[in-house]
């Protein structure tokens, strides 16, 4: 036996595994709110820091950028990192983020505080997946998968339920063409 070998500690419970589950689906809650929150806030950001409504629009895409950037160098960077620290720092830095954000003085300070949350964003859902696999048993991945990624989460305007359209159970479902062209609105 190794002495150093790392300790695997089996599941405690059940229970345990969901609680994660749940606490990584309101963090993924968190993250998509940071998000996409300031879309509807463009224009008094704009004007509480006396820039464009163009200036401040350019904080959603560099949050975007960030979270492209971070998806695609984490694995390298975190290697055999322990995913639950990776977590933990991902949402320190979420919350350090939305207190960036909300403080900033100036659209240097926004662009920072947004650049944090890219990072976050990007981080949180690359390792995300490969965590919610490891908590709970193999016949209840969808479960939990669809708790941290629902479909909910992501619908806008431009998806069919929202848009009028019906499910696919239902017997009827706008196509994507028929949505774009607006005709949903004669449904």
Not at 14 to 24: I, N, Y
């Amino acid at each position: 036996m190794l002495a150093n070998a790392p300790q695997v500690t089996p599941r405690t419970s059940v229970g345990h595994a969901w609680g994660a589950v749940v606490a990584m689906a309101l963090c993924a809650g968190m993250l998509i709110a940071s998000e996409f929150l300031p879309v509807s806030l463009l224009t008094p950001i704009a004007s509480e820091l006396h820039i464009t409504e163009g200036r401040a629009g350019q904080s959603i895409s560099i949050s975007g950028f960030f979270a492209l950037l971070t998806s695609l160098f984490i694995s390298v960077v975190i290697g055999r990192t322990d995913r639950r620290r990776i977590v933990l720092l991902f949402t320190a830095l979420a919350i350090v983020s939305g207190c960036t954000v909300t403080l900033a003085p100036n659209c240097t300070v926004l662009m920072v505080g947004r650049a944090f949350l890219g990072v976050s964003v990007g981080g949180f859902w690359s390792v995300s997946a490969a965590i919610v696999m490891r908590l709970v048993p193999k016949p209840s991945m969808h479960r939990a998968f669809g708790l941290c990624r629902d479909e909910s989460t992501w619908k806008g305007p431009t998806h069919p339920d929202a848009c009028g359209g019906h499910r696919i159970g239902s017997g009827r479902v706008d196509s994507p063409s028929s949505v774009s062209r607006g005709d949903w609105r004669e449904s």
